[in-house]
């Protein structure tokens, strides 16, 4: 079954969650002024999906085509496809779509628990396909949440026990679960939560290496939501003094596991480190192909502002502002072309298709640093207005509107709402969480450097130079 992005609302309002904003708990969750916008994000996954007829392979499991996001990825041509899907769903909403990280997640899943299963016989992957069916056939939203608390990093998960997701008691139904995952995105919006473990873990520390799915059945389960001056902007309300008032910020939460009954059936790994490993690099790996895409759709979306803001301020046509959107479009077009190259010089992974691990680590760098550069060319282009501008809200202001009006007009293309709605949206990119989420999301980029430096064949490169230059082997 594939649905919309209306069927998608209707079927989150019916959720009973314990959503907290700004220390209060909000009963109408998805309508509430911070949570909206990330709500309409995932809704326009499935929108835009219907729109381009982008689905995924017919699914042996349902029989049917199912979303590019809920599909295991078995060619270079299906990772590549929810790659395209990916940065058009970054380009056209200029946010995050949210269930990136539960798509790593089954595809990571899938191979790990079929790995279990073949190595020592238990029935965890058959599990997770017949989890995996439920999903597909009912068309969920799906997230990932990995990261603990962690607390103090200088001691050992087994020294700082209640700081990671853990096992408190098994019994024959199942087992509970507490601790908290942090900067987790859109969690509280989704239908379902992948549940993987954060880090590598050593003998003594099975009971953190698991992996589970959480429903909106299950009771004990806290989603306390970030609170930033983009997240107080939309409060404030107004039609476009948030910059990006539909879809909004990259909205993240603190997830709190108080207690949480996990039955077996949703258990698709329990204290078994090599499966472990297998999952969270197979979910660090393709969340860094994943984000290299979307980053390029964000630097398309902020390409488009900056074109739109030199226009409004009748620049267009000065060759070194000009020259400084081609360098924003050559960052965009490298992150992709990354990704594609993880795509196509990927592995198969007991059937689930996997990036090419370098690629996708440098996809990481160079993403960031790409990033980085574009926010910086941005706001040299936008000049200093997005941080000074006055308020939508002055613009509307009996007293002052037309003052502000005159004073803010600039080319006769644009009125001075159209202009500062421009403003505000370079704003938006400027001063929201997404620097931050773009260079730490999916891992830091040490993270990703350390993965290079353990996988490249420096050997191999050193060689080529001793037998250019004759040097003794």
Same mark, same amino acid.
């Given at each position: 079954?594939?649905?919309?992005?209306?069927?998608?609302?209707?079927?989150?309002?019916?959720?009973?969650?314990?959503?907290?904003?700004?220390?209060?708990?909000?009963?109408?969750?998805?309508?509430?002024?911070?949570?909206?916008?990330?709500?309409?994000?995932?809704?326009?996954?499935?929108?835009?999906?219907?729109?381009?007829?982008?689905?995924?392979?017919?699914?042996?499991?349902?029989?049917?085509?199912?979303?590019?996001?809920?599909?295991?990825?078995?060619?270079?041509?299906?990772?590549?496809?929810?790659?395209?899907?990916?940065?058009?769903?970054?380009?056209?909403?200029?946010?995050?779509?949210?269930?990136?990280?539960?798509?790593?997640?089954?595809?990571?899943?899938?191979?790990?628990?079929?790995?279990?299963?073949?190595?020592?016989?238990?029935?965890?992957?058959?599990?997770?396909?017949?989890?995996?069916?439920?999903?597909?056939?009912?068309?969920?939203?799906?997230?990932?949440?990995?990261?603990?608390?962690?607390?103090?990093?200088?001691?050992?998960?087994?020294?700082?026990?209640?700081?990671?997701?853990?096992?408190?008691?098994?019994?024959?139904?199942?087992?509970?679960?507490?601790?908290?995952?942090?900067?987790?995105?859109?969690?509280?919006?989704?239908?379902?939560?992948?549940?993987?473990?954060?880090?590598?873990?050593?003998?003594?520390?099975?009971?953190?290496?698991?992996?589970?799915?959480?429903?909106?059945?299950?009771?004990?389960?806290?989603?306390?939501?970030?609170?930033?001056?983009?997240?107080?902007?939309?409060?404030?309300?107004?039609?476009?003094?948030?910059?990006?008032?539909?879809?909004?910020?990259?909205?993240?939460?603190?997830?709190?596991?108080?207690?949480?009954?996990?039955?077996?059936?949703?258990?698709?790994?329990?204290?078994?480190?090599?499966?472990?490993?297998?999952?969270?690099?197979?979910?660090?790996?393709?969340?860094?192909?994943?984000?290299?895409?979307?980053?390029?759709?964000?630097?398309?979306?902020?390409?488009?502002?900056?074109?739109?803001?030199?226009?409004?301020?009748?620049?267009?046509?000065?060759?070194?502002?000009?020259?400084?959107?081609?360098?924003?479009?050559?960052?965009?077009?490298?992150?992709?072309?990354?990704?594609?190259?993880?795509?196509?010089?990927?592995?198969?992974?007991?059937?689930?298709?996997? @990036? +090419?691990?370098?690629?996708?680590?440098?996809? %990481? #760098? *160079?993403?960031?640093?790409? =990033?980085?550069?574009?926010?910086? &060319? $941005?706001?040299?282009?936008?000049?200093?207005?997005?941080?000074?501008?006055?308020?939508?809200?002055?613009?509307?202001?009996?007293?002052?509107?037309?003052?502000?009006?005159?004073?803010?007009?600039?080319? @006769? +293309?644009?009125?001075?709402?159209?202009?500062? %709605? #421009? *403003?505000?949206?370079?704003? =938006?990119?400027?001063?929201?969480? &997404? $620097?931050?989420?773009?260079?730490?999301?999916?891992?830091?980029?040490?993270?990703?450097?350390?993965?290079?430096?353990?996988?490249?064949?420096?050997?191999?490169?050193?060689?080529?130079?001793?037998?250019?230059?004759?040097?003794?082997?």
């Amino acid at each position: 079954m594939l649905i919309s992005g209306k069927d998608y609302i209707e079927r989150l309002s019916s959720y009973k969650r314990d959503v907290f904003v700004k220390g209060v708990k909000v009963r109408d969750f998805v309508n509430h002024p911070n949570i909206k916008p990330a709500v309409n994000s995932i809704a326009f996954t499935y929108d835009l999906a219907k729109e381009k007829e982008e689905y995924s392979p017919l699914s042996d499991l349902v029989g049917e085509k199912v979303n590019r996001l809920n599909y295991i990825n078995s060619s270079p041509e299906d990772l590549i496809a929810r790659l395209d899907f990916q940065r058009e769903l970054s380009m056209r909403t200029g946010t995050c779509n949210y269930r990136c990280p539960g798509a790593d997640a089954m595809c990571s899943l899938y191979p790990a628990t079929k790995e279990l299963d073949e190595r020592l016989g238990t029935d965890y992957h058959k599990k997770f396909l017949r989890f995996l069916k439920e999903i597909q056939a009912k068309d969920y939203a799906c997230t990932g949440a990995l990261t603990d608390t962690k607390g103090d990093r200088s001691k050992r998960p087994k020294d700082s026990r209640d700081m990671y997701v853990h096992v408190v008691e098994k019994t024959d139904d199942g087992i509970v679960v507490s601790g908290a995952k942090i900067h987790q995105s859109g969690a509280f919006a989704a239908d379902i939560n992948f549940v993987l473990p954060t880090q590598t873990f050593k003998e003594g520390e099975e009971e953190f290496a698991i992996a589970f799915a959480v429903t909106p059945k299950d009771e004990g389960v806290k989603y306390v939501l970030q609170n930033t001056g983009f997240q107080a902007k939309l409060r404030e309300g107004g039609e476009f003094e948030p910059g990006n008032p539909k879809y909004g910020d990259r909205l993240t939460c603190t997830v709190i596991f108080d207690n949480v009954f996990i039955p077996w059936e949703r258990v698709f790994i329990f204290e078994d480190l090599k499966a472990e490993r297998k999952a969270l690099t197979n979910f660090a790996n393709s969340h860094r192909c994943a984000g290299a895409a979307c980053k390029a759709g964000f630097i398309d979306s902020m390409i488009g502002a900056a074109s739109l803001m030199l226009k409004a301020n009748g620049l267009e046509k000065v060759p070194a502002l000009r020259q400084k959107l081609g360098e924003m479009v050559g960052v965009s077009e490298a992150a992709y072309g990354i990704a594609i190259g993880a795509a196509t010089k990927g592995f198969d992974d007991f059937g689930a298709r996997q @990036p +090419n691990v370098l690629m996708a680590n440098a996809g %990481k #760098i *160079i993403g960031v640093e790409g =990033f980085n550069k574009v926010i910086m &060319h $941005l706001a040299d282009i936008a000049g200093g207005i997005p941080v000074t501008a006055p308020s939508e809200f002055d613009l509307k202001n009996p007293e002052i509107g037309a003052l502000v009006e005159k004073y803010l007009q600039a080319s @006769p +293309n644009f009125n001075t709402e159209e202009r500062l %709605k #421009i *403003i505000k949206f370079i704003e =938006f990119w400027a001063t929201s969480s &997404h $620097l931050l989420g773009g260079i730490h999301g999916g891992g830091s980029p040490a993270a990703a450097i350390i993965f290079l430096q353990m996988l490249a064949d420096i050997n191999s490169k050193e060689g080529a130079v001793k037998e250019t230059l004759g040097l003794k082997k």
